[in-house]
Structures are given as C-alpha cells and as structure tokens.
C-alpha cells in the first residue's frame, strides 16, 4: 500500500554517499524531502541533483535536509557525483542513499512495476518534524522535477502549520492568502491584524502573516 498524507514515513537504516543513515535520527527536528531516481548515469537525474544542489542554501532556510535514493551502489554514487559536480557547475551537498537491493524503494513504494520492474519512478516526500507525510508527488522518468515547486510547497505547509489559513492555486510567498473556514467573521480581526478582503462568506483573504 502506498504511502499516504499523514501517515508517519518510514524509517531506515541505509547507507549512502556520506556514510551511514538512521533517517528518523538524521532528520532530528528538521523538515525532510526525500526523492528517488530513475539510475546513476542518467541525464534527467543528473540536472535535478545539480539543481537540488544549487537550492541547498533554499531548504537550509526553511530548515530542511533533502536527501535523495537511487538503486546504484555508492560507489557509483561517488563517481557519478563527480560528473554531476562537472557538467551542473555545482556541489553534490547532500546525501545519496544506495538501494540495490530495494529495501528503502519498496518502504516508499517507489517502484511501479508497469513503468519498470528495476528502477525507481521520480517520487518526492516532504516530511514534517513530527516525521509525518506531508506531500507526495510522484513524476514519470522522463521529465524532470521543478524543485521551485517543491520550496513552494514547503513554503505554504510551513505558513499553514502556524496560522489559519490556506494558500490559494499558484500562490507564491508574499502573496495574499486565505483565512480558513474554520476562523468565524467575528474573530478574524483580532487573529489577522493586517486586516482582511471578504470576496465570499467563504473566501476571506489576508496579507501573509508571518512576513
Ligand atoms: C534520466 O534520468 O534521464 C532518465 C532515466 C530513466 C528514464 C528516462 C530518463
């Protein structure tokens, strides 16, 4: 059974191109993404982990580790680093788990036999502190994540956890947001001090609060 939002995600032991991983203890009280490749050696994945690596200074902001998973060993890790770090012009600053024998894969439900019975599909989790599924996504082999998107969305599941309120479709940081349906008329002043648009009983807009 695939993992769902809420569920508490897996924990490991695994090792990777930094050495050994317990993953609930590497995570400690941090955000957490974990996402999984195709193979080592494949063009696709190798601009999103140079891409990743350019985003490291990205999650370190919002406190999060990204940690990524291909089935290779880590000895072809490391040398596929090496071409990462040449031809995306970056560092390889995070941790790439080795998973030949599928082990973490298949906890995640990483593998889809219809796309292939070997590799792994390009699935993303981002893991709150409380090591709770907060989002999964899950793309074919061909194309390539928008990272952007990922920081978009821990940007709005980091907002929501400390406010009443929701991010609308497209909403980028510093935009308007939308106080819950939960939060009466009557309170909204005093929760919303920036003040607040009523478009609808049920759409209620306000700056966003934590800027
Ligand atoms: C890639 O990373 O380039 C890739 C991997 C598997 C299938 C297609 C593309």
């Known amino acids: 059974m695939s993992l769902r939002l809420g569920d508490i995600a897996p924990d490991f032991t695994a090792e990777t191109s930094e050495g050994t991983i317990k993953f609930h203890e590497w995570l400690g009280s941090s955000w957490g993404v974990l996402f999984s490749h195709p193979a080592d050696f494949t063009p696709v994945c190798t601009t999103e982990l ?12 919002r ?18 680093i090496g071409d990462i770090n040449e031809t995306q012009k ?9 998973d030949p ?5 298949n906890l995640y439900d990483m593998i889809h036999p219809e796309v292939s019975d070997k590799t792994t599909v390009r699935s993303v989790f981002v893991i709150g502190p409380d090591k709770k599924v907060k989002l999964t996504i899950t793309y074919p082999a061909s194309t390539g994540r928008n990272f952007d998107e990922i920081i978009r969305v ?20 510093g935009e308007d947001v939308i106080i819950v349906t939960g939060v009466k008329d009557e ?11 009523r478009i609808k009983p049920y759409l209620r807009t306000t700056p966003q609060p934590n800027i």
């Open 50 to 61: 140079g891409t990743v690596a350019k985003l490291r200074a990205e999650f370190d902001k």
């Open 63 to 80: 406190n999060v580790k990204v940690v990524a998973l291909s089935t290779d060993s880590v000895t072809s890790h490391h040398e596929w």
């Open 90 to 98: 970056t560092h390889v600053n995070f941790p790439i788990i080795a």
């Open 101 to 105: 024998a599928f082990k973490v894969s």
């Open 154 to 173: 821990i940007d709005s599941l980091q907002l929501t956890a400390n406010y009443s309120v929701a991010t609308p479709a497209n909403w980028q940081h």
């Open 187 to 197: 309170d909204i002043a005093a929760k919303f001090p920036k003040g607040h648009t």
